[in-house]
């Protein structure tokens, strides 16, 4: 019942800058937590930044002090910044969102994805 869709990948260099957005439309009062994933070739679907609908945040110890998620409550999207980017961050970016709390939480729902291509 809820439907999320990624905007904002793209190819960059080194040192770059992408700016993801997922916009979530349906049954979004019952989303708890929005979360970014990402899965690289040869690699498990990794969770790199979460955050709840009272703006509570958690990253993965890759991308912090780089990364920063937030929500845009007029527009119903939850925005992923993607500074200082590297060649390892290549992958195809997912969100995701259900019910629960930053560390315990189901993935009720998945976006289509959209890939991101950094280059050396």
């Known amino acids: 019942q809820v439907q999320l869709v990624e905007s904002g990948g793209g190819s960059v260099e080194t040192g770059g800058s992408l700016r993801l957005s997922c916009a979530a439309s349906g049954s979004i009062f019952s989303i708890s937590v929005l979360g970014w994933y990402r899965q690289s070739l040869g690699k498990k679907r990794e969770l790199v930044a979460a955050?709840?609908?009272?703006?509570?945040?958690n990253y993965a110890d890759s991308v912090k002090g780089r990364w920063t998620i937030s929500r845009d409550y007029a527009k119903s999207t939850v925005d992923l910044q993607m500074n200082s980017l590297k060649p390892d961050d290549t992958a195809v970016y997912y969100c995701?969102?259900?019910?629960?709390?930053?560390?315990?939480?189901?993935?009720?729902?998945w976006g289509q994805g959209t890939q991101v291509t950094v280059s050396s």
């Open positions: 955050i709840t609908r009272d703006g509570r945040t």
């Open positions: 995701s969102c259900g019910r629960g709390d930053l560390g315990a939480w189901r993935n009720d729902y």
